[in-house]
């Protein structure tokens, strides 16, 4: 089973970019759907974008559309979420997840396997 860890989260000023990264062990990540999720404070963890094995991206979330992009570093084993023109409402805690059967992808978590333990996004002036 993959072990996934994400890194870049941090306090930025509205307007500014971030680009969270997950990197994963014990397996190649080009394998799977790797998604990425998040949850604010109160609500429910809700799904942002995802990568299918084909290359095929997906942003779930209307209000990041535009403004987020998933994408894949084989050599690295990695997944990237670059964010642009953040707002506070994008403030949540970001999680990744990998999903077998990666030719397609979802917004469900439960048919997400492996999770990161999440990274901090603080969008505030």
């Known amino acids: 089973q993959l072990q996934l860890v994400e890194s870049g989260g941090a306090l930025v000023q509205p307007g500014g970019s971030l680009r969270l990264s997950c990197a994963a062990s014990g397996g190649t990540l080009d394998y799977y759907a790797v998604g990425w999720f998040r949850q604010a404070p109160g609500k429910e963890r809700g799904a942002v974008s995802c990568?299918?094995?084909?290359?095929?991206?997906?942003n779930y979330a209307d209000s990041v559309k535009g403004r987020f992009t998933i994408s894949r570093d084989s050599a690295e084993n990695r997944v990237y979420l670059q964010m642009n023109s953040l707002k506070a409402e994008d403030t949540a805690v970001y999680y990744c997840?990998?999903?077998?059967?990666?030719?397609?992808?979802?917004?469900?978590?439960?048919?997400?396997?492996?999770w990161g333990q999440g990274t901090q996004v603080t969008v505030s002036s």
């Open positions: 997840a990998s999903k077998r059967l990666g030719y397609s992808c979802s917004s469900y978590a439960a048919d997400f396997d492996s």
């Open positions: 990568i299918s094995t084909r290359g095929a991206s997906l």
